[in-house]
Structures are given as structure tokens and as C-alpha cells.
């Protein structure tokens, strides 16, 4: 499975961007996608999972109510909808995937890793 994140850029505080995730190389389906991301000198953490046909969804506290992840499976990308962020939401974004049909949230969980993708929020 190879996973192509987009979507990046350099924005203000209250903005918002959409990350995509394109995965490639098998089917899609029972495969959980998450995103996590990687603040300079900091662990990357766990930000929003979604199981199979969107039938379940997880949030870190941080972004609960901010940003919202959604997947199309018949074009096997996995978003994720950020809104009204803040600098602290500065990070390099990763999209991973894993056979599972559980919302995990721990990075040993995942099998697979797209590149990364850096989001840039100035104040």
C-alpha cells in the first residue's frame, strides 16, 4: 500500500485547509485510515482515524470540533477537514493505514505511511 499525502500550505489562524490522502496498491476496503502529526522536536501524536465506509470516527481532544476526517473508498482517499486553526496545529500531517475496523490511534498500529505533508499556521 503506498499512501500520497497533499494538501499542505502556509496559513493564518482561523483558517482552514482540507488534506488529502491517496492510497494505492490494493483495495481500500477494512483498511482504517489515520492521520497523525509531528510538531517540530516533538513525538508524533495521533489527530483523527476512520474505519471503513466512515462507520466510525476518533478525534484527539485537541481537535475535536475543529477538524473533521472523511473517506471516499471508491476513490480510496481518506480528508481531513481542518478548520479555525491555530499555530500550535503547526506540523508535518502523515496519513497512515492498516488492516483493522477499529479507530486506532497509536502509530505502532500502522502498517503503512504516506510522506507527510507540512501545515504551517501563522498567528
Known amino acids: 500500500v503506498q499512501l500520497q499525502a497533499s494538501g499542505g500550505g502556509l496559513v493564518q489562524a482561523g483558517d482552514s485547509l482540507r488534506l488529502s490522502c491517496a492510497a494505492s496498491?490494493?483495495?481500500?476496503?477494512?483498511?482504517?485510515m489515520g492521520w497523525f502529526r509531528q510538531a517540530p522536536g516533538k513525538e508524533r501524536e495521533f489527530v483523527a482515524s476512520?474505519?471503513?465506509?466512515?462507520?466510525?470516527?476518533r478525534y484527539a481532544d485537541s481537535v475535536k470540533g475543529r477538524f473533521t476526517i472523511s473517506r471516499d473508498d471508491a476513490k480510496d482517499t481518506v480528508y481531513l477537514q481542518m478548520n479555525s486553526l491555530q499555530p500550535e496545529d503547526t506540523a508535518v500531517y502523515y496519513c497512515?493505514?492498516?488492516?483493522?475496523?477499529?479507530?486506532?490511534?497509536?502509530?505502532?498500529?500502522?502498517?503503512?505511511w504516506g510522506q507527510g505533508t507540512l501545515v504551517t499556521v501563522s498567528s
Open positions: 497512515a493505514s492498516t488492516f483493522s475496523s477499529f479507530t486506532l490511534t497509536k502509530t505502532y498500529d500502522y502498517s503503512y
Open positions: 496498491g490494493r483495495t481500500f476496503s477494512g483498511y482504517v
Open positions: 476512520i474505519t471503513t465506509g466512515g462507520r466510525s470516527e
